[in-house]
C-alpha cells in the first residue's frame, strides 16, 4: 500500500509546514495529529493529505487525535490567508482559530441531549437522568453500563441522539475551584461593625473587616489581596481567627448574564430608512452571495435594529450568523437585545471566559446546537455553521486588532475574508467609520448603506470650552461653565458623566525644588502615583514600588502629586461636588470578571450621580439619565504620538456625544480643551463626519499614510540596546535594498523605548494598498531573504515582530 503524505501545521513561530507519512486512510485535513517533532512530540494540525513523496525521509504519525475534522475547509483557509498576510505561521493561525489552542489531547464524553424526548424506556431514563447530574466520559459511562440490557441502551441512546458524544480537552475540564472568604452565620455584623466604628483607633486587620463586610461576600482570596492593600494573607488569617470569618472552597463564579429576558415577539417594526436599508441587504442574503455593505449611521440611528432584522433573515434562510462586537463586557445591552429576540440560539463568546466555558461554546456552535455567536475579536473564528451574515459593530473600533501575541490580525479584515469564502454578507457598522472603510467604499468595495436620523431623541449638541479663555474662571480642571452646568444636573437629579482619557497617567509626584518626576526602571516612562495605596507604578511593565519620600535626585522631601488623572479627578470632584456620589470606571477599577458589569449596573441604576472614567465609558454604554457629560482633557488623545490621533479623537468625542441624551431628556457634551480649532475637535462639535472623513482623507493622501498605502511595521527587541539598533539598523539597509528608498522609514526607537528588559526599535514599509496576501508574503520573504545574507553578528539576539496594517 502507498504512503499517505500529510502536511502538518505547528503552532509555532516557524513559517514553514512539516511532512509525515500514515497508513490511517481516514485522515483528512483539519485533523489534529500527535506526531515527533525533534526529540519529543508535538501536536499538530493537518492541513494538506497528498500522495507526494518528499525527497527527505519522513516520519510517520504517532496517532491521529480526532475522528473527524475538528476545523472545516474555509477555517483552513481563512487561517492560511491569515498566515500569508500577516505573516505569521500558519500553525499560529490556527491556534487563534482555536477555542483553546491546539495543545490539548482530546477526551469523548457523554452528555444528555436537552428538551423532551418520547418514546424511553425506564431504563433509558434512568441512565438519562444519571448522566445529566455527572459528568461522564465515553469510557466511563461504557463501564458503568456495561452489561447486557443497559450496554444496548447506551449505544441506542447514541444512536437515537438522545446522548451525545463529543470530545472535550482532557487538561483542564474540571471545574476550578478557589478560596473565597465569607462572615461566619453566628457573627453579628451589625452589632460588630458598629462596635469598631465607635472605637477610637483600630488595628489594620480590623480596618479590614470593616472594609470586608461592606463587600458583595463571598469574595475570592486572590481578588482580595489585588484590591487594597488592607488584605494580606495576614490580615485575614487574623479575622479568621478571630472567629468573624471563613474560608470556602467555590467554583469561580459563573456568567451572571444567563438571566436574561427571551420575547421574540419584541421585535421592532422597522422604521421606513432601516426598512429600506434592510432590503438591500436581504438582497444578496436571499442568494447566499457575497456582499459588503458598510452601515453608517450616527449612534442611536437604529443599525442595531437592522442587524437584528438581518440575522433573523438568515436565520431563516437556515444560515448562521456572526456578531463582532468591540468588547462583550461594555456591551450588556447590545447582547441583551439580540438575546431578546433569538434567546438560546446564541452563544456569546469573551475574552473572560474560563477555557471550559470557552469550549463549551464552541461546540454547541461546530454541533449547530447554537446558530449565532457574538463576541469580540476572536469571535470571528466562531464555528457558526453556513453563516449567512456577519455583522461588525463599531468597525473602527481600535480592539479589532490583535498585538500580541502573533497573529497580528484584524478581525474586521477576516472577517470581511470569511464573509468572501462562505458566501455570506457581511455588515460594518459605525457612527465613525475608520478611515479605510470610507476608502473602500468611494472604490466601491463596500456599499454604503446610511441611517441619517435617530428613530427616538435627537443629537445632544457638543459645547467646546477653550481652555485659553478660561484661564482665571477654572474651578479645579473644570471650567466655570461645566462646574455651572453640572450643579445644575445634580439639583435636577439627573446624572453626569465625566470622562478623562488615560486612566493615572497624568498623576505623577514632582519634585517641587528641582521639578524631578520618577521614573521607572523598567520603561522609559514616568511612574503613575496611586495615591489610595500610596505607590508609584508602571502601567506597561507591571513595575511598583512605594511611593518616594525623597526625591530621587536633590534628596528633597517637598514631593507634591500633580496632574489628573481618573483618580485624581474623582478627588477632585469629590471636593467641588460634596454632596455627590462619585463612581469611577477604569482599568484599574474595573479588574475581575464582572468589574464592568457591576459599575455600569450600579450607575444604570442611580446608585451614583457621577461617572468617572477613561475611555471606558465612551464605549457602548447606554444611560437614559446622563444629561451632561464633560470630556476633561480632550488634548490628552491628539498628543498621542500617530498618525491616527485625529481619528480617534473624532471617534472618542462621538461616542460620548452619543452616550448624552439617547432618552428624551436632551443632553449636551462639553469638551475642554486647548485645541479648539483642531478639525476632530471642529468637526465632531457638528456631528460633521463626512467634513472630517474628507479633511482626514486628504491629509492621508499627502503623507501617503494608509489608507493611501498599506503600512507594515516592524518591531525590534532585545535586552542589548547596541545589538538592538545594529539589527534596526541593518535590517531598514535590506529593506530599501528591497523595496526602495522612498517606502521604507525609520528604524526609531519606539515610543516606549524600554519595557520588560528589553529596548524597542522600529521602522516601517508603506507598500500599495492593492497588495494582496500572495503580494505582502512575497515582499516579506524577499526582505528577510536579503536580510539573512547581510545580517550582523549577534542578530539572532534581536526579536523582530512583524505588524501587517498595525494601527498604533
Ligand atoms: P444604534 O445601533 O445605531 O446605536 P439602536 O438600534 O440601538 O441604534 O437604536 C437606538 C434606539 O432606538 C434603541 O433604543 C432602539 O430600541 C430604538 N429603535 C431603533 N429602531 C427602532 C424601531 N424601528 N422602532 C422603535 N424603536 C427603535
Ligand atoms: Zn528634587
Redesign the pocket.
Known amino acids: 500500500m502507498s504512503k499517505i503524505y500529510i502536511d502538518i501545521a505547528f503552532p509555532t513561530a516557524v513559517r514553514r509546514l512539516f511532512t509525515y507519512h500514515t497508513k490511517e486512510k481516514h485522515i483528512a485535513p483539519g485533523m489534529r495529529v500527535w506526531v515527533p517533532l525533534r526529540k519529543e512530540f508535538a501536536i499538530g494540525m493537518v492541513v494538506q493529505v497528498h500522495q507526494r513523496k518528499p525527497e527527505f525521509e519522513t516520519r510517520p504519525v504517532e496517532r491521529v487525535l480526532d475522528e473527524s475534522p475538528i476545523m472545516d475547509e474555509t477555517m483552513l483557509k481563512l487561517t492560511e490567508w491569515i498566515h500569508r498576510f500577516y505573516y505569521c505561521s500558519w500553525g499560529e493561525a490556527i491556534q487563534a482559530a482555536l477555542p483553546v489552542g491546539l495543545n490539548f489531547a482530546s477526551e469523548k464524553r457523554v452528555r444528555a441531549k436537552k428538551g423532551f424526548i418520547d418514546k424511553l424506556t425506564k431504563l433509558d431514563e434512568e441512565i438519562l437522568s444519571e448522566i445529566r447530574n455527572h459528568d461522564y466520559t465515553l469510557k466511563e459511562a461504557q463501564k458503568r453500563w456495561r452489561d447486557g440490557k443497559e450496554k444496548a441502551a447506551i449505544k441506542r441512546g447514541i444512536a437515537a441522539g438522545w446522548l451525545q458524544v463529543w470530545e472535550e480537552p482532557r487538561q483542564k475540564v474540571d471545574y476550578k475551584t478557589v478560596k473565597h472568604w465569607q462572615i461566619k452565620e453566628d457573627v453579628d455584623l451589625k452589632k460588630l461593625t458598629g462596635e469598631l466604628d465607635k472605637r477610637e483607633s483600630i488595628n489594620k486587620w480590623e480596618e479590614a473587616f470593616v472594609e470586608l463586610s461592606a463587600l458583595d461576600l463571598p469574595v475570592t482570596h486572590q481578588s482580595l489581596l489585588k484590591m487594597s492593600d488592607l488584605y494580606t494573607p495576614y490580615t485575614l488569617k487574623r479575622i479568621e481567627e478571630e472567629g468573624w470569618i471563613e474560608s470556602v472552597e467555590l467554583p469561580v463564579k459563573s456568567d451572571p448574564d444567563q438571566s436574561r429576558e427571551f420575547e421574540p415577539d419584541k421585535i421592532k417594526t422597522l422604521s421606513e430608512t432601516q426598512e429600506k436599508v434592510y432590503r438591500e441587504i436581504r438582497e444578496p442574503l436571499s442568494k447566499k452571495q457575497f456582499a459588503s455593505f458598510l452601515l453608517y449611521g450616527v449612534t442611536g440611528s437604529g443599525k442595531t435594529e437592522v442587524y437584528i432584522h438581518a440575522l433573523k433573515y438568515a436565520l431563516e434562510q437556515g444560515c448562521g450568523g456572526l456578531v463582532l462586537v468591540p468588547e462583550i463586557a461594555l456591551t450588556p445591552q447590545t447582547v441583551q437585545r439580540f438575546y431578546q429576540i433569538f434567546g438560546d440560539q446564541i452563544a456569546v463568546l469573551h475574552s473572560r471566559m474560563s477555557e471550559r466555558e470557552r469550549f463549551e461554546a464552541w461546540q454547541q456552535l461546530k454541533s449547530g446546537d447554537k446558530k449565532i455567536a457574538i463576541g469580540p475579536r476572536s469571535a470571528v473564528f466562531a464555528p457558526v455553521q453556513n453563516p449567512g451574515l456577519i455583522v461588525v459593530d463599531e468597525e473602527h473600533d481600535a480592539s479589532y486588532k490583535q498585538y500580541d501575541p502573533s497573529p497580528r490580525y484584524h478581525a474586521r479584515d477576516v472577517a470581511i475574508m470569511r464573509a468572501h469564502m462562505d458566501n455570506a454578507v457581511v455588515i460594518l457598522g459605525s457612527a465613525t467609520p475608520g478611515m479605510v472603510s470610507v476608502k473602500a467604499v468611494m472604490e466601491e468595495k463596500h456599499t454604503l448603506l446610511q441611517l441619517p436620523d435617530r428613530p427616538t431623541g435627537t443629537m445632544p449638541s457638543v459645547e467646546i470650552l477653550s481652555l485659553k479663555e478660561y484661564k482665571g474662571a477654572m474651578r479645579g480642571p473644570l471650567t466655570v461653565e461645566l462646574f455651572e452646568e453640572i450643579e445644575k444636573a445634580l439639583e435636577r437629579k439627573e446624572q453626569i458623566i465625566l470622562l478623562y482619557n488615560r486612566r493615572g497617567y497624568a498623576s505623577f509626584l514632582q519634585?517641587?525644588?528641582?521639578?524631578?518626576v520618577p521614573q521607572s526602571p523598567e520603561s522609559s516612562t514616568s511612574l503613575t502615583y496611586h495615591k489610595k495605596k500610596n505607590i508609584l507604578l508602571d502601567h506597561y511593565s507591571g513595575y511598583s514600588r512605594r511611593a518616594d519620600k525623597?526625591?530621587?535626585?536633590?534628596?528633597?522631601e517637598?514631593?507634591s502629586s500633580k496632574g489628573s488623572g481618573t483618580q485624581q479627578v474623582e478627588e477632585e470632584m469629590a471636593e467641588l461636588f460634596p454632596d455627590a456620589r462619585l463612581l469611577r470606571m477604569d482599568r484599574d477599577t474595573t479588574s475581575g470578571k464582572f468589574g464592568h458589569r457591576k459599575i455600569y449596573d450600579q450607575f444604570l441604576s442611580g446608585h451614583a450621580d457621577i461617572l468617572i472614567g477613561t475611555q471606558l465609558v465612551a464605549k457602548g454604554l447606554d444611560f437614559p439619565n446622563v444629561t451632561v457629560v464633560g470630556v476633561i482633557n480632550a488634548d490628552t488623545e491628539l498628543a498621542f504620538p500617530s498618525f491616527r490621533a485625529g481619528e480617534r479623537m473624532f471617534q472618542l468625542l462621538s461616542q460620548v456625544a452619543g452616550r448624552a441624551g439617547r432618552a428624551e431628556k436632551p443632553g449636551v457634551v462639553y469638551v475642554q480643551t486647548w485645541k479648539p480649532e483642531h478639525p476632530a475637535i471642529k468637526h465632531a462639535r457638528t456631528h460633521d463626519f463626512k467634513a472630517f472623513a474628507r479633511q482626514e482623507l486628504a491629509n492621508r493622501e499627502m503623507l501617503i499614510f494608509p489608507p493611501f498605502s498599506r503600512m507594515i511595521v516592524f518591531h525590534f527587541k532585545s535586552p542589548s540596546w547596541s545589538k538592538v539598533q545594529m539589527v534596526a539598523d541593518r535590517f531598514c539597509d535590506g529593506m530599501r535594498m528591497v523595496t526602495g528608498e522612498n517606502v521604507v522609514m525609520g528604524p526609531s526607537p519606539s515610543v516606549i523605548e524600554w519595557m520588560n528588559g528589553q529596548y524597542q526599535w522600529e521602522a516601517n514599509i508603506k507598500l500599495k494598498r492593492s497588495h494582496n496576501a500572495f503580494a505582502v508574503e512575497k515582499i516579506l520573504d524577499s526582505i528577510f531573504e536579503k536580510y539573512d545574507s547581510i545580517k550582523p553578528k549577534g542578530a539572532s539576539a534581536v526579536r523582530i515582530n512583524v505588524d501587517v496594517d498595525a494601527i498604533e
Open positions: 519634585c517641587e525644588d528641582c521639578g524631578h525623597r526625591c530621587e535626585l536633590c534628596g528633597s517637598n514631593l
